[in-house]
């Protein structure tokens, strides 16, 4: 299964072959067993290629997850008195990859060194749910509401804001109305994504037809065309925290945007680094949420308490890396 898998992520036998460090000859010999052993192919040969046949495309979910419960036995054994260890395999909206997902990501593994991660994006709930649904991921994180037939959990809130070019700030109130964005030169991703979709209708149910001027294929390069003056953007709190550093000006919203989200997963148990994880980042997320309603009881506004909240935590991650950090040169 392993040297299955290792085909399909490499795009082919050559690839697969390096990255295992095996011979190719052994590694198509390996794939071709296992063909004999289900009765069907896995893989249309093309030319000099492989190509994924519809019991390969099948076979994908079922065997990450054979994979990944053969992983778990092994390291429950191994670990005992070391920690957690292991693979998680994890889907997300694409939007969401970057924000909450990336700092609970990094935060664990910053935790639990023996732990490795594989993510998968998608630009629609429905593709989130499909790929947990198969068994390729555990878990999924996405908007509510969920439906279908996986077990599900809301976990809370993603909070969007505006960001405008650097020296724009006197031409932005905070918050800025949401009628202001009228006629507004907009950066946004490409269309059909579902971060795009939640964004264009919640303008439009403020009678505010949206003006995109520059839209980008690759949501990273968003933040770069508005911090050249291209255009406004709405984007998550979390992510504009960074433009602001940059010199972006970021306003909240008035009314606020913000959506709903949480996590999906298969019905039964969940392999244990996976259980921990899901733990983590409920327990991440209500720090964060309680360092910034600290903050903004202060009297700090939203935008304000964020940044205070995110550098305490960046403090806090600075202190455990310079103790405990396996990021060190081999030296």
Not at 27 to 45: D, I, K, Y
Not at 230 to 236: F, S, V, W, Y
């Amino acid at each position: 299964m392993e040297y299955f898998l290792a085909v399909v992520d490499h795009g082919g036998i050559n690839r697969a072959a390096a990255a295992l460090r095996v011979a190719q000859p052994s590694l198509s010999q390996a794939v071709r067993r296992l063909e004999n052993q289900l009765g069907t192919e896995l893989f249309h040969r093309v030319g000099r290629g492989l190509v994924l046949a519809p019991a390969g495309e099948a076979l994908i979910g079922p065997a990450r997850t054979i994979l990944r419960e053969a992983e778990s036995a092994e390291n429950a054994v191994r670990s005992i008195g070391e920690g957690s260890s292991g693979r998680i395999d994890v889907a997300a909206l694409s939007d969401m990859s970057t924000d909450p997902l990336s700092v609970w990501v990094a935060r664990f593994r910053a935790r639990h060194h023996n732990v490795r991660f594989r993510i998968e994006e998608r630009d629609e709930a429905s593709e989130v749910v499909d790929v947990v649904r198969s068994g390729a991921c555990e878990l999924g994180f996405l908007p509510t509401p969920i439906v279908g037939e996986l077990d599900s959990e809301e976990l809370g809130s993603q909070r969007f804001v505006l960001v405008c070019p650097p020296g724009t700030d006197d031409l932005w109130p905070n918050p800025t109305p949401v009628g202001a964005l009228a006629d507004v030169p907009l950066v946004m991703s490409g269309k059909g994504t579902a971060t795009r979709d939640h964004i264009e209708l919640t303008l439009r149910s403020h009678g505010v037809e949206p003006r995109v001027a520059l839209e980008v294929p690759q949501r990273g390069a968003v933040g770069p065309m508005v911090l050249s003056g291209g255009g406004a953007a709405i984007i998550p709190l979390r992510i504009a925290l960074d433009l602001r550093h940059r010199g972006g000006v970021v306003r909240e919203l008035s009314p606020a945007f913000s959506r709903r989200f949480g996590v999906v997963f298969r019905p039964g148990r969940l392999t244990a680094p996976t259980a921990q994880f899901l733990g983590y980042s409920r327990r991440s997320l209500q720090g964060w949420q309680d360092l910034l309603a600290g903050h903004i009881a202060e009297g700090h506004s939203v935008i304000e308490a964020a940044s205070l909240a995110s550098t305490e935590a960046d403090r806090r991650l600075r202190d455990r890396n310079r103790r405990s950090a396996d990021v060190r040169p081999n030296v």
